[in-house]
């Protein structure tokens, strides 16, 4: 039976198709993936569904009757909840007082939260509702998150990638819940760049490539390789993993480094140690909010520390050195917001190139040799293959993927001794992500000393060398890729192994 039907949906902007002519249908009580690179049209569609976003043509059809979605309101009075991969939540106030806001109706707090506490035992969604938001980890917060659609009662849940920050144990957790809810009669658009996850737990896939739909297949008879081939329409690439010497001597050394958080939200760092040597690879895993980003800042330069050695780059001491004088040393840096921290919004590419690379050859008596960034920015986006309209484009204007493409290019450039870098394919398609996470590689087998922060297991133990796990602002052994478990990295991800007991506790 048929819940939620598309016909024709089309969408368009000045310089784009994002929908052209989609056909869907969503069947009552399945979980139906929604599967595209960046750019194919999956978030238009999304939108329109959830009336953040109106179709320029077509019609939308609920439980077979023509419906007008006008709004986000309009979408939930029907019973259409959404889920976004960046959680839209408060910090400073409680989880009943978050999902209280997000509420079209008028409820006290004592009744709210003993619906909560109702929903939450049903789900095995487990959560306090009387904590402060920042109390809870990332997989707590998305339970509140899908707690606060399920108060709702919705007919179809919309969740986009709802497992890029949980570990593998949460990630199953999380599995069964929705199939409990899709054998209650809830319908769920499951949109993923992970296809074994899609194989294992979708009943059905569309795919769509370029705004239009290629194909409705069954995920369970088909493999990785097959989606991927119908969502990029060739072969998808793969890693080539180059055996190199890796140097005896360590390129960037942490030596019992130690911080207090900025403000209550963050994460103390406690006693972490670490060694990356030029010609591998090492991967940082953990589940986000466990110190990671306090960790990025603290080797990046953004925030100084007051003992000289607790950092070391080619064995000179930089915890005291600002970003600029690390470059000087041979750091290079791609953080994970791409815009704002990797590059400034309303500056050409060729400014954003000139952020990093001012000192190489770049200024005459103090003043920018313009002509000369134009042709080193055109040969990175030449290089890497970044779609735009030349050096002159407005970095906003890029697409997600053809933006990190360009970030990775510009920092590659620089020829780095040692580069750090977060969350490197975070929302990328196959062919991005495949494309930078070789980048990677390649720059390591040259001799470069490569860090990488991700929330993406498969990803640390398709590239790394060694794997370490953050949890609490405590850092574990390293591993090597050869030993590597995944379930151990995952208890490890939720805690299991560290010396004390923080908040941050998996799904």
């Excluded at 919004?345 to 960034?373: P, Q, V």
């Excluded at 070789?438 to 390591?444: A, E, G, P």
Aim: glycine content about 8%; proline content about 3%.
């Amino acid at each position: 039976m048929s819940l939620l039907e598309l016909r024709g949906i089309t969408k368009r902007y000045p310089a784009v198709v994002a929908n052209d002519d989609i056909h869907l249908n969503v069947e009552a009580g399945t979980i139906h993936a929604i599967l595209g690179e960046n750019g194919a049209g999956k978030s238009t569609l999304m939108k329109i569904i959830y009336g953040a976003t109106t179709a320029d043509e077509g019609q939308i059809y609920w439980h077979g009757n023509p419906v007008r979605i006008s709004s986000p309101s309009a979408a939930r009075q029907l019973g259409i909840g959404m889920v976004y991969q960046h959680f839209s939540l408060f910090e400073s106030i409680t989880v009943a007082e978050n999902i209280a806001i997000a509420l079209d109706r008028k409820l006290d707090l004592e009744s709210l939260s003993a619906e909560i506490n109702l929903i939450s035992e049903k789900y095995n969604l487990l959560v306090e509702p009387d904590r402060l938001l920042y109390h809870l980890s990332v997989g707590e917060r998305q339970r509140v998150e899908i707690i606060r659609c399920l108060i709702q009662n919705p007919k179809l849940l919309i969740l986009d990638e709802p497992t890029s920050v949980l570990t593998p144990q949460a990630i199953q957790g999380l599995f069964v819940t929705l199939k409990q809810l899709a054998s209650e009669g809830c319908s769920i658009l499951y949109i993923s760049h992970k296809l074994e996850e899609v194989i294992q737990i979708c009943d059905s896939a569309t795919v769509l490539r370029g705004g239009k739909v290629v194909d409705t297949i069954l995920p369970s008879a088909t493999t990785t390789g097959e989606l991927a081939h119908l969502m990029i329409g060739t072969q998808p690439p793969t890693t080539q993993r180059q055996h190199v010497k890796i140097n005896s001597s360590s390129t960037l050394e942490v030596c019992q480094l130690s911080a207090a958080a900025e403000d209550h939200f963050g994460s103390d760092i406690r006693d972490v140690s670490l060694t990356v040597r030029g010609g591998e690879i090492v991967g940082i895993a953990g589940v986000s909010g466990n110190g990671q980003a306090e960790l990025f800042k603290l080797l990046s330069g953004e925030k100084i520390h007051s003992e000289p050695d607790t950092i070391r780059i080619n064995n000179v001491g930089v915890s005291r050195l600002n970003a600029n004088g690390r470059r000087h040393l041979g750091l290079a840096c791609i953080p994970e917001e791409r815009l704002g921290r990797g590059a400034a919004a309303g500056f050409s590419l060729r400014d954003n190139f000139c952020l990093t690379h001012h000192g190489r050859n770049l200024l005459r008596y103090g003043f920018i040799k313009y002509k000369e960034a134009d042709r080193r920015t055109s040969q990175v986006i030449d290089r890497f293959s970044v779609l735009c309209d030349g050096p002159h484009a407005a970095a906003e204007s890029l697409s997600g993927g053809n933006l990190q493409r360009f970030i990775v290019g510009r920092e590659i450039e620089l020829n780095p001794t040692v580069l750090i870098v977060s969350q490197p394919t975070w929302g990328l398609d196959v062919a991005a992500a495949a494309f930078i996470r070789q980048t990677l590689i390649d720059l390591s087998r040259a001799g470069s000393a490569v860090l990488v922060f991700s929330e993406e297991l498969e990803e640390l133990l398709e590239i790394c060398d060694q794997i370490v796990v953050m949890y609490g602002g405590q850092m574990s052994q390293p591993v090597s890729r050869s030993d590597a478990d995944i379930e151990q990295i995952g208890l490890l991800m939720a805690g299991e192994g560290f010396s004390f007991q923080t908040t941050a506790q998996g799904y």
